[in-house]
């Protein structure tokens, strides 16, 4: 590929040869990914240098992404500060790699912003939660959890206590009954 020249104003490569690789103007669906092919069969059939360049029966051809110029674009700033994203990879990159390559997190159910982040932040706290078992073990974790859960039932009356004040007035609904002294149970 490296030897291929791309002419951005024909969209056409010229080969080591001087030989012009033309497309037919079709996009194609490979992998997810939106290429157009490049060849120019009779050039290659002819071709003096074809055995250094392919082995395919039909000569070469090229695929390029319709996105090429920003990969490109991309791939100029990566090499430009490669320290950065090193750091980058280590720090951010590593989570959603995992939920989108292991999990298959590659697209949301819902629509809309609130909803889209909705999902997403589940799906984060799943990822969190699973990072917890494998660095503190189970056992651990579940104990962990134990010693909060006192916590929570105590938070938990005072939002159940504070809405039965300020959401639900007695002559409202005069068969309500709170119940009192609500314990959440560890699992």
């Known amino acids: 590929m490296v030897?291929?020249?791309y002419d951005k104003i024909?969209?056409?490569y010229t080969c080591p040869a001087d030989q012009v690789l033309a497309t037919n103007g079709s996009i194609y669906d490979k992998a997810g990914h939106k290429v157009?092919?490049?060849k120019n069969r009779e050039a290659c059939g002819a071709c003096p240098v074809r055995a250094l360049?392919?082995?395919n029966k039909n000569g070469r051809f090229i695929e390029r992404s319709i996105y090429q110029e920003a990969l490109d674009e991309n791939q100029k700033r990566v090499e430009a500060r490669p320290e950065y994203y090193r750091l980058r990879q280590q720090v951010t990159e590593h989570?959603?790699?995992t939920l989108k390559r292991q999990w298959g997190f590659t697209h949301t159910l819902m629509r809309g912003k609130q909803n889209?982040?909705?999902e997403v932040d589940l799906m984060m706290i799943c990822y969190n939660l699973t990072r917890l078992v494998s660095i503190l073990?189970?056992?651990v974790l579940k104990n962990r959890l134990k010693r909060l859960v006192p916590g929570f039932s105590a938070l938990f009356e005072a939002i159940l206590?504070?809405?039965n004040s300020f959401l639900l007035p007695r002559n409202t609904y005069p068969n309500f009954k709170p119940t009192r002294n609500t314990v959440l149970t560890a699992l």
């Open 53 to 55: 360049c392919t082995t």
């Open 3 to 5: 030897d291929f020249r």
């Open 95 to 97: 989570q959603f790699g």
């Open 10 to 12: 024909k969209d056409t």
């Open 137 to 139: 073990g189970p056992e």
């Open 161 to 163: 206590a504070h809405m």
């Open 116 to 118: 889209v982040l909705s």
């Open 36 to 38: 157009k092919h490049y």
